[in-house]
T-cell receptor, first 116, second 114 residues
Framework: GAGVSQSPSNKVTEKGKDVELRCDPISGHTALYWYRQSLGQGLEFLIYFQGNSAPDKSGLPSDRFSAERTGGSVSTLTIQRTQQEDSAVYLC??????????????FGEGSWLTVV | SQQGEEDPQALSIQEGENATMNCSYKTSINNLQWYRQNSGRGLVHLILIRSNEREKHSGRLRVTLDTSKKSSSLLITASRAADTASYFCATVFDMDTGRRALTFGSGTRLQVQP
């Protein structure tokens, strides 16, 4: 597609439920990132996929969070047993080759998650 | 804690004035990038400065980098109301942790009054 696409745009869920957030990166981009941004705060790194390499999961805040990337394209971020502190905007981004100085990262519009 | 920390957290100026935002970071970097975010949604890449560069210009944007002080500044000249947004610096650091992903600061919220 023309840009990074995320769905849903907004999600309200009850505490304890599982949620799945989807990211469709720019076609051909090998690197994909997930970030979380709480209201009025900076971005918190969650996970990074680069090609066929093992993903960098070091930013996932707990074992309730997991992500996968199928076929090197679409990624799904899953949050199990959601808690109120999970409420945030979840931003996905992609880039062509990863972290080299020429590789601009393009962000989606984010998925706003509210846990009630 | 955040790798990049922006200063000030909030800035309010009049149209036509210059806006300067600063960013400090902690570890060795490959490059430093500045992003803009409108209304809490997606970020837009503004400019990238490499660790061996000291200054870079793009339109009304001027970025400086001082690796000895581990700091960067973003200057927006002749600001416009449309520049109202949050601005984040981001760094790539893989020297200490091996992490190869952008790490963002908390951002500076810029308000340009018409």
């Amino acid at each position: 597609g023309a840009g990074v696409s995320q769905s849903p745009s907004n999600k309200v869920t009850e505490k304890g439920k599982d949620v799945e957030l989807r990211c469709d990166p720019i076609s051909g981009h090998t690197a994909l990132y997930w970030y979380r941004q709480s209201l009025g705060q900076g971005l918190e790194f969650l996970i990074y996929f680069q090609g066929n390499s093992a993903p960098d999961k070091s930013g996932l805040p707990s074992d309730r969070f997991s992500a996968e990337r199928t076929g090197g394209s679409v990624s799904t971020l899953t949050i199990q047993r959601t808690q109120q502190e999970d409420s945030a905007v979840y931003l996905c981004a992609s880039s062509l080759l990863g972290q080299g100085p020429r590789n601009t990262i393009y962000f989606g519009e984010g998925s706003w998650l509210t846990v009630v | 804690s955040q790798q990049g920390e922006e200063d000030p957290q909030a800035l309010s100026i009049q149209e036509g004035e210059n806006a300067t935002m600063n960013c400090s970071y902690k570890t060795s970097i490959n490059n430093l990038q500045w992003y803009r975010q409108n209304s809490g949604r997606g970020l837009v890449h503004l400019i990238l400065i490499r660790s061996n560069e000291r200054e870079k210009h793009s339109g009304r944007l001027r970025v400086t980098l001082d690796t000895s002080k581990k700091s960067s500044s973003l200057l927006i000249t002749a600001s416009r109301a449309a520049d109202t947004a949050s601005y984040f610096c981001a760094t790539v650091f893989d020297m200490d942790t091996g992490r190869r992903a952008l790490t963002f600061g908390s951002g500076t919220r810029l308000q340009v009054q018409p």
